[in-house]
Every structure is written in C-alpha cells, then in structure tokens.
C-alpha cells in the first residue's frame, strides 16, 4: 500500500468510508426503520403491529425500548464506535429477549438482518466502488457487535439461570420448613424434641 495511505485502486480509506457515512446520514431514518421492522419479526404478526405502531412508552414498552435500542446501535455503526458502547443499546433489547426465552439465534439475529435492510435502502447508491467497499468495512463492524451481543446474551442466560436455581432452592427450604412444623423433625429423637423446653413447663 503506498505510503500516502491511498488503496491499490488510488483512493485514500478515508474517502471510501466518508462516502458511505454521508449515504448513511442521508438515508437513517428509513435504515432505522427498516432495522426496526427486522428486529421485530421475532415476533407474532399481532404483537409486531403493536410494537412498530404503539408510540407511548408505558403502553408499549418492548417496542419503544427496541426502537430506542436500534436507534443507538446504528449511531454506535456509523460512528465506528468500540464494542464497549454497543452494550448499554444492546441491553434494552436482549434484556426482555432472554426474559422471554428467546435461544441465542433467534434473539441477535436482527443485528445481521441489518446487512440486508443496508443493502435494500442503499440500492441505488451502491454504484459507487467506494461506497462498495466501505459497505464491506461497515458489514465487519456488524459482525463484530454481533459477537458482543452473544456474550451480552450469555450473560442475561446466566442470571436468569441463577435466579431460577435460587428460587427453586428457596422453595424447597420452604418446604422442608412446613413439613418439619406439621410433621416434626426426622432427624431428631422423639424422646429428645421436647426435652429442655417440658423442663421449663414442668418447673
């Protein structure tokens, strides 16, 4: 690579991405929409109508927190931001998803989906070798807080587990407490439960 920093095809990197950003810029309020639109398959046909329309964020606060969410993801993007900034927008989705159940595939599949929806919004831009080329770049940024959402993930899965491991202890000890004041305690000898506590009733 010559030492300007120009590539073999003569164009400095810096150009190829300032291309591409401004056709971001210029298109991200239908990108967002459409990344919205994506993220929100997960879901039954109903429930996707309610979240994509339903504005107010008490009512609908899966959607509103989604869109919010998508909103900061494609900022972080365009931005080239680290991977430590994707988190707090990955949260406010992969929180709910994994309250919900969703295994892994299912819940950050829409961070790939953002690959299509780029290329159906940019269409007609694309023509541009540059813009190709820096699209590739901006794909591997999408590759790479894909990888941060699964270790996101992972981390709400292991909550979760331990949450539901601790409840199930606690019920059991539950449990074991009502049985042992209905029933008595197995493990201690009849003859000895009421031992110290007759002596002080008889005395």
């Not at 159906?120 to 699209?135: I, S, V």
Request: include cysteine.
């Amino acid at each position: 690579m010559p030492a300007c920093g120009c590539t073999a095809h003569g164009r400095p990197r810096r150009e190829r991405a300032a291309v591409l950003k401004t056709l971001l810029g210029q298109n991200r309020d239908g990108i967002v929409r459409g990344w919205v639109r994506a993220a929100l398959e997960i879901y039954p046909s109903g429930m996707v109508a309610f979240y994509g329309k339903e504005k107010n964020s008490f009512a609908n606060p899966v959607g509103t927190a989604i869109t919010a969410g998508i909103e900061g993801l494609f900022d972080a993007l365009v931005t080239d931001a680290p991977p430590v900034e994707f988190v707090p927008h990955l949260d406010r989705i992969l929180q709910v998803r994994c309250v919900q159940d969703f295994p892994p595939s299912q819940a950050i599949w829409f961070i790939f989906a953002l690959k299509g929806v780029l290329r159906d919004a940019l269409a007609g831009e694309l023509k541009d070798a540059a813009a190709l080329r820096g699209l590739i770049v901006f794909e591997s940024r999408i590759d790479r807080m894909a990888a941060c959402a699964f270790d996101v993930y992972a981390g709400y899965q292991k909550k979760i587990a331990e949450i539901r491991v601790n409840e199930i202890r606690n019920r059991v000890s539950t449990l074991s407490r009502m049985s042992k004041i209905r029933y008595g305690d197995p493990e201690v000898d009849p003859e000895q439960k009421g031992g110290p506590i007759d002596k002080v009733r008889c005395e």
